[in-house]
């Protein structure tokens, strides 16, 4: 009984003999006067049970949002870039040629390249929930100016379409958080 609250036997034999064990066991060994001994620790609170099922259950739900997000990117994507051509011809005639389509293109994914370690990073430090949320505002505000660059015409619209498709590849970068997901949720277990 005596024993059972203590880390080693050592420790416990010194607390018999009156010695207060105190900080690393090697360096620090002083005797304590009976009115400077340490309060025993409170107990702690006892920990929130969740049931395995419940556990597996917000897991998978984590999972489905997860993909589904990315299914939208993608639909999405598609979208934009099927329509891409005829869009730029109808908002910017001057400005619209292969090699400015091929500069609005591959905007997009610089701004991935940029964003992706960022949002790793993000995520390692603190949570996976705040890079995800910044990177659907950061898409829902720059699709909803790329599709109002028809308002900006002449020379200007073209430009317009790059600087979206920049902040869109930019929230993009949130797909290396949709592919590790489903590890950050899966259950380790070690069979013995």
């Known amino acids: 009984d005596m024993m059972a609250g203590y880390g080693s036997v050592q420790e416990a034999k010194l607390e ?3 010695v207060v064990y105190s900080g690393d066991f090697q360096s620090s060994l002083s005797p304590l006067p009976e009115d400077e001994k340490p309060e025993p620790a409170s107990d702690p609170p006892p920990p929130v049970v969740r049931s395995e099922k419940s ?13 589904f997000t990315m299914f939208l990117s993608a639909v999405t994507f598609s979208i934009v870039i099927s329509s891409l051509w005829p869009y730029l011809e109808y908002i910017d005639e001057r400005n619209a040629s292969t090699n400015f389509l091929g500069l609005v293109v591959a ?4 701004g991935q390249l940029i ?6 990073v993000w995520s390692n430090l603190w949570s996976t929930r705040q890079p995800l949320v910044v990177s659907l505002l950061i898409n829902i505000v720059f699709s909803v100016l790329y599709s109002y660059a028809g308002a900006f015409r002449d020379g200007i619209g073209g430009w317009v379409l790059v600087v979206s498709r920049f902040f869109v590849g930019l929230g993009a970068g949130e797909r290396v958080l949709v592919c590790a997901q489903p590890s950050a949720c899966a ?6």
């Open 107 to 110: 905007i997009y994914s610089v």
């Open 55 to 67: 556990r597996k259950n917000s897991r998978w739900l984590s999972i489905y949002i997860t993909y």
């Open 16 to 18: 018999q003999s009156g």
């Open 187 to 192: 259950c380790v277990c070690v069979c013995v």
């Open 115 to 120: 964003a992706a370690p960022l949002f790793g």
